[in-house]
Structures are given as structure tokens and as C-alpha cells.
């Protein structure tokens, strides 16, 4: 349950008022976890390390913001704007980020275990070491977007498109690349595993002939 006094402090100051709080209050954790932020205009809000758990952050306005090892367990993003955003070690895990613009965002080493990005824009976004298991990312649009070293087990990229995406040692065991757009032989190549990986079947064949090491079970399953 969110502290009552940081919610009013964030609603009623603004984002000025709030940081000005952040500088002088450093030991002071913010909990506003399962608060209603819907709609707000949050551009450059410093929520390092806050307790989001549960929030409501639709259609919320977060360009620039600092979300640096923030709890957003089961946060509700949908049609958010959270473009060049600071999201580094953040835990996202379950979040509900459909239709967001993540577009440009640091999202190093986050934890996205779970999160229904379905429609969301992620293009240029920095998402290396990052755990996306079990993550939907239908339909997203992942141009340029960095996932080297990335866990995608049992990720959903179903019409995804990958243009220039780096896949340079991702996990892809077990994802769905079903009608994934823009997947180039070279892409895939340098994934770590393609192991039970859903492909379209003529993409599958080509990698089989020159990748089939790809595809073998990996030694620690």
C-alpha cells in the first residue's frame, strides 16, 4: 500500500517539487506501490529505487524519467510514453506494457520475466542481459534494439519485427518467431540457442544446414 503523504507530495508538488525531495531525502525509500498515476505528465521524474508495485502508469508521460532499480512488479504501462527513460536493474517483471514507446530507453539488466509487451515500441531501446523469459512481445517493434545476452525462453515474438536487432548471444530456447518480420539468417546466427525454438519453416530449414548447432539441447538442461 502506497505512503499516502509520497503520493499527494508527487500529485500535488509536481515533478520539480518531488526531485527536490529526492536530493534532500535520500534515505527516504518513495512507496507508491498500487497508486493511481494514470495520465500524469512525469517528464524527468526521479523514482530511483521507489516502490511501484501495483501501480496504475497508463498513458503516463515519463520521457527522461529515472526508474534505476525501481520495483515495478505488475505495473500497468499501457500506452505509456516512456522514450530515453532510465530503467537500468529495474524489475518489470509481469508489468503490463502494451502499446508503450520505450523507444531509446536503457533497459540493462532489467527483469521484463513475464511482461505483456505486446504493440510496444522498442525501437533503439538497450536491453543487453536482460531476463525477458516468458515475455509477450507480439507485434512489438524491435528495430535496432539491442538484446545481446538477453534471456528470451519461452518469449512470444509472434509478428514481431527485428530489424537490425542484435541477438548476439540471446537465449531464444523454446520463443515463438512464428511470422516474425525482418529475422535475417545472419541475425539468428549469432544467438546462443535456437533450441525448440518456433520458426517459420523455411527460415528453420535454411539455419538447420549451416547453424545446426543452434538447435541442439543445451549441455545444462
Not at 58 to 74: I, K, Q, R
Amino acid at each position: 500500500m502506497a505512503n499516502p503523504e509520497h503520493v499527494e507530495r508527487l500529485i500535488k508538488g509536481g515533478v520539480g517539487e518531488w526531485n527536490k525531495f529526492r536530493r534532500t531525502s535520500q534515505a527516504i525509500q518513495p512507496d507508491l506501490s498500487g497508486a493511481d498515476l494514470s495520465g500524469y505528465d512525469f517528464t524527468g521524474l526521479d523514482l530511483a529505487q521507489a516502490n511501484l508495485e501495483g501501480a496504475d502508469l497508463s498513458d503516463s508521460y515519463l520521457f527522461h524519467a529515472n526508474l534505476t532499480e525501481a520495483n515495478l512488479t505488475g505495473v500497468n504501462f499501457t500506452e505509456a510514453d516512456v522514450q530515453e527513460a532510465n530503467l537500468i536493474k529495474a524489475n518489470l517483471s509481469h508489468a503490463t506494457m502494451t502499446r508503450i514507446d520505450l523507444s531509446g530507453t536503457g533497459l540493462i539488466a532489467c527483469n521484463l520475466e513475464g511482461a505483456n509487451l505486446e504493440g510496444a515500441t522498442l525501437t533503439r531501446a538497450s536491453i543487453p542481459w536482460g531476463n525477458l523469459a516468458r515475455a509477450n512481445l507480439a507485434k512489438a517493434k524491435l528495430h535496432l534494439t539491442d538484446l545481446r545476452e538477453a534471456q528470451l525462453i519461452q518469449a512470444n515474438l509472434e509478428g514481431a519485427s527485428l530489424q537490425d536487432t542484435s541477438l548476439t548471444g540471446t537465449n531464444l530456447q523454446e520463443a515463438n518467431l512464428q511470422g516474425a518480420t525482418h529475422v535475417s539468417i545472419d541475425l539468428l546466427a549469432k544467438a546462443k540457442s535456437l533450441y525448440q525454438t518456433i520458426l517459420d519453416p523455411d527460415l528453420k530449414e535454411t539455419l538447420l544446414q549451416g547453424h545446426s548447432h543452434l538447435f541442439e539441447k543445451p549441455v545444462d538442461l
